[in-house]
């Protein structure tokens, strides 16, 4: 293996690791179980959320559909799902488009 590649293994390794810092930064509960739901991309984390709509919230960022979205209660959580799942879908699509000029 060669340089470059070992320099992007420990990267990857490092990162891995600061990701999970963040987390133990959250006290037990909801928000702790958010980002292990994003960082592992697993929806068993959100299950471990107590509020109902936090929960949904949570599913609906892990697996980005706007399913989970319309279960939430509170309009203005609805709205920001909502948003959120537009923009991460929308950033999917596009990533993958090029911006060349003729």
Do not use: W
């Not at 987390?23 to 179980?33: K, N, P, T, V």
């Not at 960082?39 to 936090?54: E, G, L, P, S, Y």
């Not at 697996?63 to 950033?91: H, M």
């Amino acid at each position: 293996m060669n340089k470059r590649g070992i320099a992007l293994v420990l990267g990857l390794l490092m990162q891995a690791a600061a990701q999970a810092q963040d987390c133990e930064a959250f006290a037990h509960g909801d928000d702790r179980s958010m980002c292990a739901a994003l960082q592992q991309k697993a929806t068993r984390f959100c299950d471990d959320i107590v509020h109902q709509d936090k929960r949904q919230m949570c599913m609906a960022k892990v697996q980005p559909n706007s399913y989970a979205c319309e279960a939430i209660k509170a309009s203005g959580l609805r709205a920001e799902c909502l948003q959120y799942v537009r923009k991460t879908q929308a950033s999917a699509i596009y990533t993958y488009t090029s911006s060349k000029k003729p």
